[in-house]
């Protein structure tokens, strides 16, 4: 979450504060987006439960989400 936070304050120019809520609003839209991955998106506001979990969040990602950009997953 932290890192997600860094980068939303330096690529807007935000301070921290705000790019928290703006983390944590687009993290909460992407549940209400996504309910199947509810578990991995809060996962990011865990920082202990983010490492244990990040290895399998890369696939499941690409499966859900593959269609938003265009691409779908046999």
Known sequence: ???LVSQIAQRTGIGEDKARQAAES???FLKSKFP???NHFDSLMDKSAMSEKASGMGDK?????????G???A
């Open 61 to 69: 990602a690409k499966e859900e989400l593959g269609g938003v950009f």
């Open 26 to 28: 687009a993290i909460s």
């Open 1 to 3: 979450m932290n890192e």
């Open 71 to 73: 691409k779908k997953t």
């Open 36 to 38: 199947t991955m509810g």
